[in-house]
Nanobody, 119 residues
């Protein structure tokens, strides 16, 4: 069984920084793309950033230049460095990954971690 576990959320003032981590564990053969999504209260879940197995990244326009996604393939972990945080970045952040287990593949989600940007 595969699990994604996020960590690193919390309360930060506007202009501050946070680093989120998401570690995949279980019967993993290979991980393709990994990414982050977020959902603010009363809104739909939205794309934040992705990184493929070769390190190619893609970002939502709202976070370009402020957020950086990276991954450590040896640790099956993806990170999201968030700088210059704004109140509108407040949301529950979810990790996503396309993972191959032995004989099959699928999209997996973490449980979410709360990020609150407020003075």
């Amino acid at each position: 069984q595969v699990q994604l576990v996020e960590s690193g959320g919390g309360l930060v003032q506007p202009g501050g920084s946070l680093r989120l981590s998401c570690a995949a564990s279980g019967r993993i053969f290979r991980i393709d793309h990994m990414g982050w999504y977020r959902q603010a209260p009363g809104k739909q879940r939205e794309f934040v950033a992705t990184i493929d197995s070769g390190g190619i990244t893609n970002y939502a326009d709202s976070v370009k230049g402020r957020f950086t996604i990276s991954r450590d393939n040896a640790k099956n972990t993806v990170y999201l460095q968030m700088n210059s945080l704004k109140p509108e970045d407040t949301a529950v952040y979810y990790c996503n990954a396309h993972i191959w287990t032995w004989g099959t593949s699928g999209d997996y989600w973490g449980q979410g971690t709360q990020v609150t940007v407020s003075s």
